[in-house]
Structures are given as C-alpha cells and as structure tokens.
C-alpha cells in the first residue's frame, strides 16, 4: 500500500507500508514540505503521488528503510539528477541525506 503521510504513522499504517516488501519500505521524501509517501514497489510511484499532491521535482528524493534493522538507505533510480548536482542513484550531498533521515524517522519512527 502506498500512502502520503503528513504527520506521524500509526501501527495500522506502519503495518500497511510495510507489507510490499516483507518490513522494507521504499520511500520518497519531499524536503521542503517535510512529508513523505511510504509503500509501494517502485519510487517512481511514490514520487508522482507527491508530485500530484504539490510537491516540486527539485525537493523530491527517493530513500528506503528497514523496519528490522531501522537502517537508512538512500538509493534510488529517481535520485539520478546530474542537472542538479547528483549523478548518482545513491543521494550525495549530506544535506540533503540529512533532511530526507529526519523527515523519514520523524514521520516512520
């Protein structure tokens, strides 16, 4: 199940993000507005829901977490943005890592 979240999950929603991908859950975070869709397969399905709802291109990145472990990773074929300074998958300014983490554990957490 693929959800928006605005403010802290619940159980009942942390369970439902959670069931794709057996306790891994992709995430795609917006920066700007400190929200997050969780759920899903595929990042790219999470990144239109943000951007349907208001979000800009430039403040969306793509992340996953572990429930089990609760580590971060923050990997993503949707990070691929050489035109704004990351030609990688993976987030490299720690700026950014920083925003996406603090979003993630303030509303997964």
């Known amino acids: 199940m693929l959800l928006i979240l605005r403010e802290k999950a619940n159980e009942e929603n942390l369970k439902k993000v959670a069931e794709d991908l057996d306790g891994y ?61 990351n030609p990688s998958r993976e987030v490299l300014d720690k700026n950014i890592r920083g925003q996406i983490e603090a979003v993630i554990r303030g509303l997964l957490r």
């Open 25 to 85: 859950v992709k995430v795609v975070v917006d920066v700007t507005r400190k929200i997050l869709s969780a759920g899903g397969k595929l990042h790219v399905d999470g990144e239109r829901l943000l951007l349907e709802d208001g979000s800009q291109q430039s403040d969306v990145w793509g992340a996953g977490i572990d429930f089990e472990t609760g580590e971060i990773d923050f990997d993503s074929m949707i990070n691929l943005r050489p035109a704004q300074g």
